[in-house]
């Protein structure tokens, strides 16, 4: 048994299901069912899997935001000579959440691809020409898988409310404040592992000061430094001795190498 899997036994409950990204997911899950694409993301089952259906759910917002401001209020902004098109747009687009592109571009749309992302993010007039227009409507054919397209990038975008603690080469640790978890994240865009933090053992978790002692977490997990990554925890008063010292002795007696002794056996 893996820690990861030990303390999905021993974690605490969290208020994750009365969280904002609980509710919203709850609110606006409807927008998924119409595309095909989306299918598979309508029960997500863990955080994560909520973040990911956000993500998507985020950006069908936008598209259908994006045409119409920019098909009705910017055409007709210009029209009567209060604003030109492109100016409305730039002010009107400044809410929504993107991922930024190490180039500068801003991404609104993460299930299309970059070249159709830039009408989107500036180039709103093809939305009035062949064949661009038929996107306005039936889009499910050219639809690209979006973690697979922008990788573990659009983890750590406007898109989520998770954050970033750590990274590596692509890889990113992101903590969930609202499941107390760390997620591990491949480069690929893909769940590596999740880390329930603040154990049933941990007597009056504190969560004051908390960043820091996550990074310290993620940069020994990145290094590969097995016993930096529990004494991060331990000292870090992210999991209880009673966790630790119990899934080691589980570890043992399966032959695997548990956690280092990181206190005074009493």
Do not use: C
């Amino acid at each position: 048994m893996s820690l990861f899997s030990y303390l999905e036994g021993v974690k605490r409950k969290t208020a994750f299901d009365r969280g904002s990204e609980a509710l919203f997911f709850g609110e606006n899950s409807y927008l998924l069912s119409s595309h095909e694409p989306f299918q598979p993301y309508l029960h997500p089952k863990t955080p994560f899997q909520v973040a990911r259906s956000n993500i998507l759910i985020r950006a069908i917002v936008n598209k259908r935001v994006i045409e119409r401001l920019y098909l009705s209020r910017a055409i007709l902004a210009e029209k009567e000579g209060r604003l030109g098109k492109e100016e409305f747009m730039r002010e009107a687009v400044l809410e929504l959440p993107f991922l930024l592109l190490a180039n500068g571009e801003k991404v609104y749309v993460p299930f299309f691809s970059r070249a159709l992302n830039r009408i989107y993010a500036g180039d709103y007039g093809k939305m009035e020409r062949m064949p661009y227009k038929r996107i306005l409507g039936e889009f499910d054919s050219i639809v690209v898988d979006p973690f697979d397209y922008w990788g573990s990038a659009l983890f750590d975008s406007h898109f989520t409310r998770l954050v970033k603690v750590a990274g590596k080469d692509g890889a990113l640790a992101m903590y969930d404040y609202d499941a107390e978890r760390l997620h591990f994240i491949a480069p690929e865009g893909r769940l590596e592992a999740t880390l329930p933090l603040f154990d049933r053992f941990l007597h009056n978790p504190a969560r004051t000061h908390l960043m820091r002692r996550l990074e310290d977490v993620g940069a020994a997990y990145f290094a590969n430094d097995r016993e930096g990554f529990y004494k991060a925890l331990y000292e870090g008063r992210l999991l209880s001795r009673e966790a630790l010292l119990r899934y080691r002795k589980i570890a043992l007696r399966e032959g695997k190498e548990g956690p280092p002794l990181l206190w005074e056996e009493r």
